[in-house]
Nanobody, 114 residues
Framework: VQLQASGGGLVQDGGSLVLSCQVS????????MAWYRQAPGKQRELVASVGPGGTTNYVASVKGRFTITGVNAQNTMFLQMDDLKPEDTAVYYCHFVVQRTSYWGQGTQVTVSS
């Protein structure tokens, strides 16, 4: 299983970005999928996740601004990010658990300027 994340970039305060994570390989059983982020000098944190039943969860700081969608027919997961703030600046990573094995994408940089 390989994950390819994309969609990061530089955006102004209040702007929007859409992150994509394309999954390749054998993904017949997906136990969970999520987006994490890591800002400089900080620990990696869970931003949004989709559980086996399709239930979504978000860290409090992004609720109402970010939307995670599970894999579509093209095996791509998305993170719609609206009303971005400078504190959202980080490297964003996609994460899948497939047949109880953890996989990470390579990370994509999101920078929000004030």
């Amino acid at each position: 299983v390989q994950l390819q994340a994309s969609g990061g970039g530089l955006v102004q305060d209040g702007g929007s970005l859409v992150l994509s994570c394309q999954v390749s390989g054998s993904i017949s059983v997906i136990n969970g999928m999520a987006w994490y982020r890591q800002a400089p000098g900080k620990q990696r944190e869970l931003v949004a996740s989709v559980g086996p039943g399709g239930t979504t969860n978000y860290v409090a700081s992004v609720k109402g601004r970010f939307t995670i969608t599970g894999v579509n027919a093209q095996n791509t997961m998305f993170l719609q990010m609206d009303d971005l703030k400078p504190e959202d600046t980080a490297v964003y990573y996609c994460h899948f658990v497939v047949q109880r094995t953890s996989y990470w994408g390579q990370g994509t940089q999101v920078t929000v300027s004030s």
